[in-house]
């Protein structure tokens, strides 16, 4: 085979890979005049940039701005927004606050279903400026809307824009409008806007109780530019511990909804590098060339027409955008590519171009890449964190450096697997060498249609990899060009899954990333399987590998732009009036240390108690201290009645300081028949045993605006004790007066995921259990008792 053709092959390959990732998103046009008609990066920017000057979280003077902000915004549009404010209850993640959402209607034409614009405008409760998420949401649908506006289209459908409160509380916000909103009833459609993440594409996902077949034909008839979609993307995502405003209207109302969501740039999620300067343009354009084709397209489109009992398989493609079919296609599929497979079994040993001892020696090189391949990345990672343990801190398990790393991973999974056919297509003729991996991906095929359909598309590689295999069964030394153009779907399929699942799920799930390069690699047989330099380029792999290892290397310190998360809590125990500085790092640096010393104890939960998060996180290192005597909230029983033999007791909390989320704790083995939080019931019934007291297990996460009170209304067997132990969270720590807390090096900031930056003041309430002989009409009331001891 010639050299050239070999090298224009392997050229071509590299591009459609490069192609395959690259060209998923739009250029941003910022800079560019714009249509008044079309999305514009600069203007979505300018109220971007207005949002995200302060982090605004639930409970901060930055979130009553922001509000204003917003309420401004909707109206330059000429529409006339309100908000619905209320007490809110999220029965799942125990989460009470009081969201206030912003809420505004263009009236369409008919009286038809309503479509819903939907996107959350508070930021994580750590300091993150929420410029990815959600300000780029929220941006998306204002900038969208004017856009469509400007058209002087009036729609038929009602749109109604909804900027939620609360997401990153527990999706409260949503929830508050779902039940309570009268406008809700009227929703057929919603259109999410999120971000997990502060650059890369974005991804389509569907949130839907029933079939998703009108959808997808929705959506493609709806015609956007760049769509990033797959069937496989939803069933990863279900199977993630995240859910967004999505998943509340799709379990409490209903109501379907498409939302999209970039996640790479992971390591600024909830962080305070989610600014307006790490935002990439490119990923908020391509949310801007979503919206405005779905905006035109269901402003006018029957919303009643939408569900079905029928599921389809889906993913995008070059040129022709979206492909999808019915799940009911998957088997037929699957034997008609098996059936194949056997025919040119046959037809190769009739041409005598097939030996049964070759075919068995071919799943040598096939499971060794594989084996080794898959074992280096699944060890790889665990040595990475050892050799560099600062990575530890990155909860999100993707580091600043996690793209060289994915980079090293891949090309030293193609040194090996270079190298292993290398030594055996000497011994094994090219035809018999490529029935293994196509046996391979039959039983891949066959895998997934039976335990994940959504992935069932894989079989579209499949068949270009038969329509190779005769390829190469009719031709001794085929046209290495045709067998590339051959390969291309395999490259845009499988190539971008290669980055999405470490970029996803974290580096840990960089040996799936291996596994993919070496089945890509393998169907790709008759292109790599003709060159005769294997060895060549196992060894410029392996030299590729060294490079991206030595820029990962390079990059693997804290910086000013690659800041390390760190954490500082003063946490006083009132009962014993003893006070600790902890942490929530495994390894201190040295503005932890100024706090906590150099040898300080590990924590434990007897001393210290951390409020639950998403990793589930403790307090790793703790250090005694003096008391501040910080003032603790006011508690207030104003009823403590028996009734039968039921115990009835209503208790208020109110904060004496600035206290931005209360915990309630019931500590004995309580049970409780009825439970309310600031006129909130909770689901007390048999079944549920989220609210039985345990020493670990909240009753209710409370999130204060305006320093609310907590009013809490509960019955219990009266023959048991109550006992609540309550933690109180100002997140004031570094401009409390009562602390001198020094401003943290450049190269370092806020650790996301927990409560950082915090004063904790943990306090009891015992109640004591009224132990009298009264009858079942007696009742015995304690009013107006302060308990603050």
Excluded at 232 to 254: A, E, H
Excluded at 430 to 441: H, I
Excluded at 687 to 701: F, K
Aim: net charge neutral; hydrophobic share 40%.
């Amino acid at each position: 085979m010639k050299n050239s053709t070999a090298i224009l092959s392997f050229l071509l390959v590299a591009g459609l890979v490069f192609s395959s990732i690259y060209f998923l998103m739009p250029t941003s046009n910022e800079d560019q005049f714009v249509p008044a008609d079309e999305f514009s990066i600069d203007r979505a920017m300018t109220p971007l940039i207005a949002m995200t000057k302060e982090p605004h979280y639930v409970g901060s003077d930055a979130h009553l701005e922001v509000q204003k902000l917003l309420i401004a915004e909707l109206s330059k549009l000429g529409l006339e927004p309100h908000v619905q404010e209320g007490f809110s209850f999220n029965e799942r993640s125990k989460t009470l606050n009081k969201p206030v959402n912003i809420v505004a209607r263009i009236k369409g034409s008919e009286e038809n279903k309503a479509l819903l614009l939907l996107s959350h405008y508070d930021s994580a409760p750590v300091p993150s400026f929420g410029a990815a998420d959600a300000a780029s949401g929220i941006v998306t649908i204002l900038e969208s809307v004017r856009a469509y506006l400007s058209t002087g289209a009036q729609p038929k459908n009602d749109i109604i824009i909804l900027f939620t409160d609360a997401e990153e509380l527990g999706l409260d916000g949503a929830k508050l409008f779902v039940q309570e909103h009268p406008w809700a009833k009227d929703v057929g459609l919603a259109i999410n806007f999120e971000a997990r993440g502060t650059s890369g594409p974005s991804n389509m996902i569907l949130e839907t109780n029933h079939g998703n077949a009108n959808l997808i034909k929705r959506f493609k008839e709806a015609n956007p530019k760049y769509p990033v979609a797959t069937s496989l993307m939803y069933s990863i995502y279900k199977m993630l511990p995240n859910d967004t405003d999505s998943t509340i209207f799709r379990v409490d109302g209903d109501i379907d909804s498409f939302f999209f969501a970039f996640i790479d740039g992971h390591y600024n999620y909830h962080t305070a590098n989610d600014t307006y300067y790490n935002l990439d343009r490119n990923s908020l354009a391509h949310q801007g060339s979503y919206l405005i084709p779905l905006l035109h397209y269901f402003a006018d489109a029957d919303l009643s027409d939408l569900r079905s009992e029928t599921d389809h398989v889906y993913f995008n493609f070059p040129f022709l955008k979206m492909v999808h079919y019915p799940f009911s296609w998957i088997y037929p599929m699957l034997i008609i590519a098996f059936l194949i497979f056997l025919f040119l079994i046959l037809y190769g040993f009739y041409k005598r171009k097939l030996d049964g001892k070759s075919i068995g020696l071919g799943f040598i090189p096939l499971l060794g890449s594989l084996i080794v391949s898959s074992i280096i990345g699944f060890l790889g990672w665990k040595l990475l964190l050892l050799i560099y343990p600062q990575y530890t801190e990155i909860q999100q398990g993707f580091p600043y450096n996690g793209h060289w790393y994915i980079a090293f991973f891949i090309a030293l999974t193609l040194s090996i697997t270079f190298g292993f056919y290398r030594k055996y297509s000497k011994s094994i003729n090219k035809q018999s060498l490529y029935v293994a991996p196509l046996l391979l991906w039959i039983v891949l095929c066959l895998t997934t249609a039976i335990f994940l359909k959504g992935a069932a598309f894989f079989i579209i590689p499949l068949f270009f990899g038969l329509l190779s295999f005769f390829v190469i069964l009719r031709q001794e030394h085929p046209n290495l060009l045709i067998t590339t153009l051959l390969g291309i779907p395999a490259i845009f399929i499988i190539a971008p899954l290669i980055q999405f699942f470490p970029v996803g799920l974290g580096l840990k799930m960089v040996m799936v990333s291996c596994s993919f390069t070496v089945l890509l690699f393998v169907l790709l047989l008759p292109i790599f399987g003709f060159y005769r330099k294997k060895g060549t380029l196992a060894l410029l792999c392996l030299l590729g590998s060294s490079f991206f290892f030595i820029m990962a290397h390079s990059k693997s310190d804290y910086t000013e732009l690659r800041r390390k998360p760190n954490s500082l809590v003063y946490y006083e125990d009132a009962d014993n009036v003893k006070a600790y500085w902890t942490t929530f790092d495994k390894k201190l640096d040295s503005w932890t240390e100024k706090y906590l010393g150099e040898h300080p104890k590990k924590a434990s939960e007897k001393i210290v108690s951390a409020s639950y998060n998403k990793y589930g996180m403790n307090y790793t290192f703790v250090t005694e201290t003096e008391s501040r005597n910080i003032q603790k909230s006011d508690i207030t029983i104003t009823k403590d009645s028996i009734i039968d033999d039921s115990r009835h007791i209503n208790f208020t909390i109110t904060p004496k300081r600035k206290v931005n989320k209360i915990e309630l704790y019931a500590t004995e083995n309580a049970t409780f028949s009825h439970l309310e939080f600031n006129g909130k019931k909770a689901d007390t019934s048999k079944e549920n045993t989220m609210y039985r007291g345990t020493e670990n297990l909240a009753l209710v996460h409370y999130f204060i605006s305006n320093q609310d009170s907590l009013e809490v209304k509960l019955i219990s067997d009266r023959r048991l004790p109550l006992n609540f132990r309550i933690l109180e969270y100002g997140f004031d720590l570094m401009d409390h007066p009562e602390f001198d807390i020094s401003e943290r090096p450049d190269n370092t900031m806020p650790k996301p995921f927990v409560l950082t930056d915090a004063i904790v003041i943990k306090h009891t309430l015992s109640i004591d259990s009224l132990k009298t002989n009264t009858s079942n009409s007696s009742r015995v009331d304690a009013k107006s008792i302060i308990h603050n001891e």
